[in-house]
């Protein structure tokens, strides 16, 4: 007890000097603004009207581009409550049995915000769709900002933080998916759109529970992470193996619940453009991205929402995927059953356990098309077309991949150009698949022979 209430001795003078020291600001700029004769609060409202949006959640965000949010909330199979937020435009019916639905899933440490972050609307997909009377939804991971919430475990407690891409794949998007069905016709399908692990998460789902595949009409890949390279840094590729080798290693250095969960406190220490400039050194750092095809403008309004929490073991099981070289679940044991000395090569794991895959030849059976950059390290195509085309004919025909020259992972959503290399695509095709009067098959690209011909 003496220790809990020392804590919270500290914890208090801590937050009672963060407020003297916001008062101490307000009547600094009091002072400054009397001396120098300027209002320098109705100057700021002015100027700073557009780094609002900092701030601001999808549903202040939405509003601003003059459509509206509703939230719902899917309890998945094993306990976590999941926001589901859907989009429309004022004054519309709420349900359309039109057939057209899109289903939308962000990356790894990110949230619902990623797809309504564009500065300008044909770089919004969600808002291009809507004004086709699509019915759009946009998911949330479990221990992101809108879906920290379980049945029976609080947020404090490490269990709650026991996931990763395996829970996401097996509860999150089928669970979040079947809840969106129950809305409409059971003929009607589902196109889903993913970015990054927002891919990862459908590739996983499909291979665990096939029947998934009969829910949807189309899978749109943007920059789909399944087997990344080794990161661009030596000394983050070291970090990367060892945690791959050692399940403990991260956890010895950021606990075992969520991962970065200080971000938001650095953006308001820094401001939007010190922030700016760490984000932007950091991919160079970690990924060796430039990000020359993303203009500062929209580097302002995408950063400061682009980190969301998720869990350590999240982190870790990307680390064990990179270093295996292969598509698999989480790999619990570590060093675990194995004596100290047969542990210190990896041959003598290998031969004792192998990881659990996740079997993605034989159960994919559904329309795919994927767009990537080659600029960008956490995708490699090449491994992603073996294993989507590998003994699985039903897919041969099924592929389509379009590559974006110079593009990197970023590119897919907020580059200058998106639209004209990704958006506008994506939206031919899912026109197509509601319109009998325009093919299919159409100009984007064509499946020849099972071979992909690239635009």
């Not at 909330?73 to 359309?96: A, C, F, M, N």
């Not at 440490?109 to 500065?119: A, C, I, K, Q, R």
């Not at 889903?192 to 665990?208: H, M």
């Amino acid at each position: 007890m003496a220790g809990t209430e020392g804590t919270s001795l500290i914890v208090t003078f801590v937050n009672i000097c963060i407020l003297l020291l916001k008062i101490q600001s307000f009547f600094l700029s009091q002072l400054i603004s009397r001396f120098l004769g300027i209002d320098i609060t109705i100057k700021s409202s002015e100027t700073n009207l557009k780094d609002r949006s900092h701030n601001q959640d999808i549903l202040e965000l939405v509003k601003s581009k003059g459509y509206i949010v509703r939230e719902f909330v899917v309890t998945t199979k094993d306990g976590y409550l999941l926001v589901l937020h859907k989009i429309e435009r004022p004054g519309r019916s709420q349900y359309l049995h039109n057939g057209k639905i899109a289903y939308f899933h962000h990356g790894l440490l990110t949230n619902s915000e990623l797809f309504v972050l564009g500065t300008k609307k044909e770089k919004n997909l969600p808002f291009l769709l809507l004004d086709l009377d699509y019915e759009v939804w946009l998911g949330n991971n479990r221990g992101n900002k809108y879906s920290r919430k379980h049945l029976n475990l609080s947020v404090c407690d490490v269990k709650f933080w026991d996931f990763s891409l395996d829970e996401y794949a097996y509860y999150d998007i089928p669970d979040s998916l079947s809840f969106i069905r129950s809305f409409y016709r059971p003929e009607d399908k589902i196109t889903y759109i993913g970015f990054s692990q927002g891919c990862s998460q459908l590739f996983a789902s499909l291979s665990l529970k096939p029947e998934v595949n009969n829910y949807l009409n189309l899978f749109v890949g943007l920059s789909p992470a399944l087997i990344p390279k080794d990161l661009n840094h030596p000394v983050f590729k070291i970090i990367s193996n060892q945690a791959a080798k050692d399940n403990a290693f991260l956890y010895s250095l950021f606990g075992r619940r969520a991962i970065m969960p200080s971000v938001s406190f650095w953006f308001e220490v820094l401001g939007v453009d010190m922030y700016k400039k760490v984000v932007d050194k950091s991919l160079v750092y970690l990924f060796g991205w430039s990000g020359k095809n993303i203009d500062d403008e929209q580097k302002s309004l995408g950063y400061p929402h682009m980190f969301s929490n998720s869990s350590v073991k999240s982190i870790t099981h990307w680390f064990q995927i990179i270093s295996s070289k292969r598509f698999q679940m989480f790999d619990e044991t570590g060093t675990l059953g194995l004596t100290r000395l047969s542990g210190v090569f990896d041959a003598s794991k290998s031969k004792s356990h192998r990881v659990t895959p996740f079997p993605i030849a034989h159960h994919l059976n559904t329309r795919m098309l994927l767009f990537y950059g080659d600029q960008d390290i956490l995708v490699s195509i090449d491994r992603a077309q073996q294993l989507i085309l590998d003994h699985n004919e039903k897919m041969q025909n099924k592929l389509e991949v379009v590559l974006c020259k110079g593009y990197e992972h970023m590119d897919t959503l907020w580059g200058n150009n998106v639209y004209e290399d990704v958006f506008s695509k994506v939206v031919n095709r899912m026109e197509s698949l509601h319109n009998k009067k325009v093919p299919f098959t159409d100009d984007l690209i064509t499946p020849i022979n099972g071979s992909l011909k690239k635009l």
